[in-house]
């Protein structure tokens, strides 16, 4: 993949096959979204980041340096998660064998729409319906969870 796009400090020059890529390359590999899916390509990549790096995420070594990396982190992220259920969660989830194949993404089917100057992805409740309960997650009604605000 090579796209230089310099009004959004995105170079990225990256060649096919399993590689080791700095934070740079993974933060400027995750922002791209010019191709023919985008966003939705763009999400796929991130899942697949996601999933390469858990195991070493998840090691003892890397939670015990999580107080370290939240006063980097808490800079970008606002959260209410207090450091206490960090740590229980990675400590949970650095339990769970081979990790990586066991994390499951969908991609739930509807259609993109204009709507006052931005665009929405309007979900097809039905379909998306099957696609959950296959997941195990029951009717969720999606409509009654739909807000939009002025």
Same mark, same amino acid.
């Given at each position: ?51 390469? +790096? %858990? ?5 003892? !070594?890397?939670?015990? *340096? ?7 982190? &808490?800079? @970008? ?44 992805? +309007? %979900? ?5 319906? !099957?696609?959950?309960? *296959? ?7 999606? &409509?009654? @969870? ?5």
């Amino acid at each position: 993949m090579y796209y230089v796009d310099k009004s959004a400090g995105l170079y990225i020059n990256i060649y096919p096959g399993q590689q080791h890529l700095n934070g740079k390359k993974v933060h400027d590999y995750l922002r791209f979204r010019h191709d023919s899916l985008g966003d939705f390509n763009r999400v796929k990549r991130q899942q697949d980041i996601i999933r390469a +790096i %858990l195991p070493k995420v998840l090691t003892t !070594k890397s939670i015990l *340096s999580i107080p370290n990396m939240l006063k980097v982190i &808490n800079t @970008n992220i606002e959260t209410n998660i207090e450091l206490g259920e960090i740590l229980y969660l990675a400590k949970k989830l650095s339990d769970i064998e081979n990790i990586e194949k066991k994390v499951n993404s969908f991609t739930l089917e509807g259609k993109g729409t204009m709507y006052k100057g931005g665009w929405y992805y +309007i %979900l097809d409740e039905s379909k998306n319906n !099957k696609i959950l309960a *296959s997941a195990g997650i029951k009717d969720l009604n999606m &409509n009654n @969870n739909l807000k939009v605000t002025e």
